[in-house]
Nanobody, 123 residues
Framework: QVQLVESGGGLVQAGGSLRLSCVAS????????MGWYRQAPGKQRELVAG???????KYADSAKGRFTISRDNAKSTVLLQMNSLKPEDTAVYYC?????????????????WGQGTQVTVSS
């Protein structure tokens, strides 16, 4: 059984930074794509950033230039460095991992989700 364990959320002032970390543990697990989604109250879950095993990266337009995703395949870990945070970044952030080819996609389904970590950005 695979578990995704997230850490690094919290409360920060606008303009500040946070780093989210997600570690996959459990059964032998070699995901293709890993990344982060977020969901704010009353809104749909959206992809923030994803990265494949070979290093292809996708960012939401709102994250470009401010967030950086990275991955350590040997440790089954994915990080999200978030800088210049804005109040509209406030949401629950979920780690995601999937074995299928290509980028993370809610349309094709996600194999595994983390429990979520709250990020709150005050103005």
């Amino acid at each position: 059984q695979v578990q995704l364990v997230e850490s690094g959320g919290g409360l920060v002032q606008a303009g500040g930074s946070l780093r989210l970390s997600c570690v996959a543990s459990g059964s032998v697990f070699s995901p293709n794509a890993m990344g982060w989604y977020r969901q704010a109250p009353g809104k749909q879950r959206e992809l923030v950033a994803g990265i494949t095993r070979v290093g292809a990266i996708k960012y939401a337009d709102s994250a470009k230039g401010r967030f950086t995703i990275s991955r350590d395949n040997a440790k089954s870990t994915v990080l999200l460095q978030m800088n210049s945070l804005k109040p509209e970044d406030t949401a629950v952030y979920y780690c995601a991992a999937d074995r299928s080819p290509g980028m993370l996609s809610l349309t094709k389904g996600i194999d595994y989700w983390g429990q979520g970590t709250q990020v709150t950005v005050s103005s």
